[in-house]
């Protein structure tokens, strides 16, 4: 699954592309996960010109000129393309054609991505907020007796973090991924502050230095611990894998637990 990261590095060059240019149709081949039908959807993007792309939490968010906006969660399988002409991605459900024969697809052989016609607002602050601080996740921890690992990913809590970037953020910290949430004192607290800020955005860094270009899919052979081909950490540590509520948890014993 494309985490923040990735999302940021897809909504930079979208941007790229697609900023004002001007809807000429769309075309909905799967309905089910999209909250309005296809005539909708083209009443309410014909002819829009494309205002802004940009990224909150692991969400894509397209926002035309009149202020619609168009919300896309690509789920875990979900992939965009930019093609032109006949070209026709497999396993298509939504394309939005644009000024020049330039096509957005979204494709997901699960069917699992979904398409939001102006979503509400939420109020839960995405990753690299300015809002999410050492206070702010002070607040959080304190209330919270579920280990760090499974609050960092709870998008209740704060959103954009998944499971890879949850593993290289706590090393970074040196905090354990065991450790007990309102057991984390406050020095570790501002360490992992920092550090979701400096390891997301080096992320997005690393991405865009590989794939100039990207608009989907992953890159992860850049990563410190969330590695299946690495055996230790970049000062020395051997990495121990192990699955913890159905999910691969990467970490080392440099991190500290907290209990």
């Not at 050492?134 to 959080?140: E, N, Q, S």
Request: aromatic letters at 6%; a neutral charge.
């Amino acid at each position: 699954m494309p985490e923040l990261p990735d999302l940021q590095a897809f909504s930079i060059n979208l941007q790229k592309k697609l900023h004002n240019k001007k809807v000429k149709d769309v075309n909905l081949l799967f309905a089910k996960k999209s909250n309005a039908p296809e005539a909708k959807l083209k009443k309410a993007l014909d002819k829009q010109a494309l205002a802004e792309v940009y990224r909150d939490g692991k969400e894509l968010y397209f926002k035309f000129k009149n202020d619609d906006i168009l919300r896309l969660h690509l789920m875990l399988r979900g992939k965009l393309y930019l093609v032109e002409h006949e070209e026709e991605p497999k396993h298509s459900i939504l394309e939005i054609l644009f000024d020049e024969d330039i096509k957005l697809v979204l494709t997901d052989f699960q069917k699992a991505a979904t398409i939001t016609l102006n979503p509400e607002p939420s109020d839960v602050p995405d990753a690299m907020s300015p809002e999410v601080d050492a206070d702010f996740l002070k607040g959080i921890l304190s209330k919270k007796k579920a280990i760090i690992k499974n609050v960092l990913l709870d998008q209740h809590n704060i959103k954009g973090i998944g499971n890879a970037y949850a593993d290289e953020i706590l090393w970074d910290a040196k905090i354990s991924p065991m450790s007990v949430s309102n057991k984390i004192p406050d020095n570790a607290i501002k360490r992992l502050a920092k550090s979701i800020k400096s390891v997301l955005k080096n992320a997005e860094k690393q991405i865009l230095k590989k794939d100039p270009d990207i608009i989907s899919g992953e890159i992860r052979d850049f990563l410190d611990i969330h590695n299946s081909k690495k055996t230790h950490s970049p000062t020395g540590g051997k990495i121990i894998s192990q699955t913890v509520n159905s999910r691969i948890t990467y970490y080392t014993e440099e991190q500290e637990l907290f209990e």
